[in-house]
């Protein structure tokens, strides 16, 4: 190999390095905001079920606002790694090309950079799900909040709070099952996929929005 290509071997593997570096402290980053306000959310929940209700009323309040806090992190950090993702598809795209018309002494060194390319691109993924995981385990607790504020209220009996709680159960289904199945996708049909959880998961977002409006006017 000519001292020209090692040069150049050397600063496209000192670049991916340094992205990998940057990547994986803003995920730490992002994961560390995440546990916080997890952590945090917890505590109120757990606050809820013994407040009476006019402090139930203040708990809810600060409740929504650490959600929304929570939504916003998570909403940030998975486009950090769909942009992580959609570069190492572009470079292991680039390296496969490159393969294919490359001289033997230089095949080695492809070979080399694309497997650690392709590593990376399935610890980028695993981050992805590991982070639509834990969402849809979010929504699975404030279904529960919503149930809870119902049966408080006396209001799950009603045939409206009836239906949306029916409603909201089979777009938490229809999330999970589609979660699971992008656990399992090759990379073609990741993307798609992964299209497919955040809509299910818009889904039972609105779903729930609609319960606790009902619940809410519940008498």
Request: aromatic content about 2%; hydrophobic content about 45%; proline content about 0%.
């Amino acid at each position: 190999m000519s001292s020209k290509a090692i040069e150049l071997k050397e600063k496209v593997t000192a670049d991916f390095q340094a992205d990998k570096k940057a990547f994986h402290e803003a995920m730490a980053k992002a994961q560390g905001r995440v546990d916080a306000a997890t952590t945090e959310i917890n505590k109120l929940r757990a606050d809820l079920k013994t407040r009476g209700a006019e402090a139930r009323v203040k708990t809810t309040a600060q409740l929504d606002e650490l959600t929304k806090s929570l939504d916003a992190i998570r909403k940030e950090q998975q486009a950090e790694i769909e942009a992580r993702l959609k570069k190492l598809h572009t470079d292991a795209e680039s390296l496969n090309a490159e393969l294919k018309h490359a001289a033997a002494e230089r095949k080695t060194a492809i070979e080399a950079q694309a497997k650690v390319v392709h590593e990376e691109y399935d610890s980028a993924r695993r981050t992805l799900i590991a982070s639509l995981d834990a969402e849809l385990t979010e929504w699975t607790a404030r279904i529960g909040t919503a149930l809870g504020e119902a049966a408080a209220k006396k209001a799950a009996a009603t045939a409206a709070v009836n239906t949306r709680i029916a409603e909201l159960h089979t777009k938490h289904d229809a999330a999970l099952k589609k979660l699971q199945a992008l656990k399992q996708a090759n990379v073609a049909a990741f993307g798609e996929l992964q299209q497919g959880v955040r809509t299910a998961l818009g889904e039972v977002k609105t779903a729930l929005q609609r319960a606790r409006a009902d619940i809410a006017a519940a008498s």
